[in-house]
């Protein structure tokens, strides 16, 4: 199994440092996070390198995709509009609220043209255009704890902007390596063997940045 480390540096500030994810992304602040033209367009962004650093093979146009740190859905969308079916999980619940009401809504939406098309007796070339309902689901989840899914479920992994979380502690019982560890050890796990997963982050330090790359290597990740 093939694990990519992309990241880069923020001048932003860093809310890692302001607790956990869950109480930083409450309702206001995932909202706010969901409605930022700037943090939607950075997000796909950074979803479709991801993407395209999976090396998807071109004979399946669809894979079944773990997304971790989904957040509000922004990379679950992007996953949707290459044709994917994806599971995120997310540590805030008011973050996957935001992504499950955005996926509602997709749903709704496409029941409707549906509908639409059927009373309208519209042509094939119409229905092409119908809005294509989500192919996602959610998980209140945090990935420090370890992944709970079946060995061998996922074809392919993808993280946006979430795995620095994981080292920061909480509290004076966590620690960071070991939450990394316990989460590489089950990605490995859950991932197919000819998978890859492709993981963004932003570290604060370098340090950080070896210490991710050492925990992945430690359980059996190469790349």
């Given at each position: ?8 540096t ?20 995932a ?38 740190g ?13 044709g ?93 390596k ?46």
């Open positions: 199994v093939i694990c990519c480390f992309f990241f880069a923020s001048t932003m500030s860093r809310p890692e440092l302001t607790g956990h994810a869950s109480l930083f992304y409450n309702e206001k602040e909202r706010k996070y969901h409605s930022s033209s700037r943090m939607v367009n950075v997000q796909r962004e950074i979803t479709l390198r991801a993407i395209e650093l999976l090396l998807l093979p071109s004979d399946r146009p669809s894979s079944f995709i773990l997304d971790i989904c957040g509000s859905g922004l990379s679950g969308q992007v996953l949707e509009d290459q994917h079916v994806w599971v995120g999980c997310d540590v805030s619940r008011d973050m996957l609220q935001v992504a499950r009401e955005r996926m509602e809504a997709s749903m709704e939406e496409s029941s409707n043209n549906k509908d639409e098309s059927m009373n309208n007796n519209d042509s094939d070339d119409d229905e092409e255009d119908d809005q294509v309902p989500s192919t996602g689901d959610l998980l209140h989840h945090d990935m420090g704890t370890g992944l709970p899914f079946r060995p061998a479920t996922f074809d392919a992994c993808i993280s946006i902007s979430a795995l620095q979380w994981l080292c920061y502690s909480n509290s004076a019982s966590q620690s960071p070991k939450r990394l560890i316990r989460f590489f050890s089950s990605l490995y796990t859950v991932l197919k063997k000819s998978a890859r997963a492709v993981l963004q982050f932003y570290p604060e330090t370098a340090e950080q940045a070896v210490l991710i790359s050492e925990c992945a290597t430690a359980v059996g990740f190469g790349g």
